[in-house]
């Protein structure tokens, strides 16, 4: 079991520029989703994903983010145009329907400058 | 939003003293699970335990203890003679239904050896 593959694991950008950030959850595992972590707001939930179907994205800050889900064992959260304000860790996790604890992958620290 | 509250910001212990955690929820459903994550200084987030909120039975694993305690909305996670490689972010999370996890704000633990 590889876990939760998150790539890149380090990303700088420029603002404006369009940012993408991949996932590829445990083989097996039906929910997947996409948390931001940065001092100010802690760990915030953007969007989850049921069966390849969002279930939740409340938490997506504005139009920049937009998140796919185009088969079971592959996910991406696009940042376009990249903002300063966007730099943070950003998690992918996955997990099985039910109140189960999730698994995370190593995360993605994104730099905006 | 149903909070989980973390009040201890940091807390810095010696090696080998005892060091507990708090973690306080909101809720207004009767079923429920909580959940505490590990984030050691490489930044992953490891996960630690669930509980039901069916189950207050304490429970103890190694060094690890947690109590959770309906009546005053607790789920509180004690280290018995810490040790340096505890040194970490601690992060308690609810999680209610087929909603996702929601976080506290997390305990930061330095340990000196």
């Known amino acids: 079991d590889a876990g939760v593959i998150q790539s890149p694991r380090h990303e700088v950008t420029e603002m404006g520029q369009e940012v993408t950030l991949r996932c590829k959850p445990i083989?097996?595992?039906?929910?997947l989703f996409w948390y931001r972590q940065t001092m100010m707001r802690g760990l915030e939930l953007l969007i989850y994903?049921?069966?390849?179907?969002?279930?939740?994205d409340s938490g997506m800050p504005e139009d920049r983010f937009s998140a796919k889900m185009p088969n079971a064992s592959f996910s991406t959260l696009k940042i376009q145009p990249s903002e300063p304000r966007d730099s943070a860790v950003y998690f992918c996790?996955?997990?099985?329907?039910?109140?189960?604890?999730?698994?995370f992958g190593s995360g993605t620290r994104l730099t905006v400058v | 939003a149903q909070k989980v509250t973390q009040a201890q910001t940091e807390i810095s212990v010696v090696e080998k003293e005892d060091v507990t955690l708090d973690c306080v929820y909101e809720?207004?459903?009767?079923?429920?699970?909580l959940f505490w994550y590990k984030q050691p200084p490489s930044g992953e987030l490891v996960f630690l335990i669930r509980?039901?909120?069916?189950?207050?039975q304490n429970e103890i694993s190694g060094r690890y203890s947690w109590n959770f305690q309906k009546s005053t909305s607790s789920f509180n996670f004690t280290i018995t003679a810490s040790q340096v490689v505890d040194s970490a972010v601690y992060f308690c999370?609810?999680?209610?239904?087929?909603?996702?996890?929601?976080f506290g704000s997390g305990t930061r633990l330095q340990v000196q050896p």
């Open positions: 999370a609810r999680k209610t239904g087929r909603r996702a996890l929601t």
């Open positions: 509980r039901n909120s069916f189950d207050e």
């Open positions: 994903f049921n069966n390849n179907v969002p279930i939740d």
């Open positions: 809720t207004r459903d009767t079923t429920y699970y």
């Open positions: 996790a996955s997990g099985t329907t039910g109140n189960y604890g999730y698994t």
């Open positions: 083989s097996g595992h039906n929910s």
